[in-house]
């Protein structure tokens, strides 16, 4: 248990349907990663957020991808209309962010999204 | 892109022998870690090597970096049937910044 959290951890849903994530991230982390992985593949990088500023998205979040960090300490990972090709798990990672601290980004354990 | 992509894409090896893994990347970089992952699971942190480094050791892993060559090797000295799983390299361009990773390296440790 690497101290980051991810709800739900399975979700089956139907295609057109929203689904959200959530992911609370290592007490006192600044910086949250959102990233997808399909089977037989690496992750790939979605978006990032020190404290609650969304700093980078990938050309891979589409305008039905949002996602949050209200208050700079969980995130959330709303997908709207859902596709069969956004079946993946989505994996989420906190790093400290702060100058002179360890760059090491901690995983949660991903939700694993299945559109049917 | 600095997309980390290692090689061999799969490994078979007896338990008890060493399995050496390779990592090579693009552009310049800030540092690279090193991940491990069990089928159906989350990433478990290995190793983080900064780009002024060049081997660390944690247990049985033993990470180099050549940044002259943008490549770094991961090698876990006598495996154990437990180290079955996915290595992935991710480097990053800058300190904090995201991680761009391969496809990993699958290692099968037979008993």
């Known amino acids: 248990d690497t101290g980051v959290s991810q709800d739900p951890r399975h979700k089956i849903t139907k295609r057109g349907q929203n689904v959200t994530f959530r992911c609370d991230p290592i007490?006192?982390?600044?910086?949250l990663y959102w990233y997808r992985q399909t089977l037989g593949q690496g992750p790939e990088f979605l978006t990032y957020?020190?404290?609650?500023?969304?700093?980078?998205k990938s050309r891979l979040l589409s305008d039905r991808f949002s996602a949050e960090r209200p208050k700079g300490s969980f995130s959330t990972l709303e997908i709207q209309r859902t596709e069969q090709g956004d079946s993946a798990m989505y994996l989420c990672?906190?790093?400290?962010?702060?100058?002179?601290?360890?760059?090491?980004?901690?995983f949660g354990p991903g939700t694993r999204l299945t559109v049917l | 892109s600095q997309q980390g992509e290692e090689d061999p894409q799969a490994l078979s090896i007896q338990e008890g022998e060493n399995a050496t893994m390779n990592c090579s990347y693009k552009?310049?970089?800030?540092?690279l870690q090193w991940y491990r992952q069990n089928s159906g699971r989350g990433l478990v942190h290995l190793i983080l090597?900064?780009?002024?480094?060049r081997e660390k050791h944690s247990g049985r892993l033993r990470v180099t970096l050549d940044t002259s060559k943008k490549s770094s090797s991961l090698l876990i000295t006598a495996s154990r049937a437990a180290d079955t799983a996915s290595y992935f390299c991710?480097?990053?361009?800058?300190?904090?910044?995201?991680?761009?990773f391969g496809g990993g390296t699958r290692v099968l440790v037979k008993p």
């Open positions: 007490s006192e982390h600044n910086r």
């Open positions: 090597i900064r780009s002024n480094e």
């Open positions: 991710a480097p990053s361009k800058a300190a904090g910044n995201k991680l761009t």
């Open positions: 957020f020190q404290n609650e500023a969304q700093l980078e």
């Open positions: 552009t310049s970089i800030n540092n």
């Open positions: 990672a906190s790093s400290s962010g702060l100058a002179g601290y360890s760059d090491t980004q901690y």
